[in-house]
């Protein structure tokens, strides 16, 4: 439970990375494999951050919660 599972796939190229909670507390991360592993990096840690902010328990959308991450992020 609470385990971060990495995965790469072939995803289009506007889609960097996302994550998928499981039914057993787990997060599934899918990273775009036609990235740089650079890229895959930061993704990486993006999608990490969305998990230690608790993100997936809000009720907001995903275009919410990307403007609420960006704004602290900048500030």
């Known amino acids: 439970m609470n385990e ?3 995965r790469t796939l072939e995803l289009p190229p506007t ?4 994550t998928l909670p499981d039914a057993q507390g787990d997060y599934n991360i899918y ?3 036609a ?6 990096q930061k993704s990486l840690l993006h ?3 969305h998990i230690s902010r608790g ?12 403007r609420e991450m960006e ?5």
């Open 55 to 66: 993100d997936f328990e809000k009720t907001l959308s995903a275009a919410q919660i990307e």
């Open 35 to 40: 990235l740089s592993s650079e890229q895959q």
């Open 15 to 18: 889609v960097r990375a996302f």
């Open 31 to 33: 990273l775009n494999c």
């Open 47 to 49: 999608e990490r951050e």
């Open 71 to 75: 704004r602290k992020t900048n500030a």
């Open 4 to 6: 971060i599972i990495i």
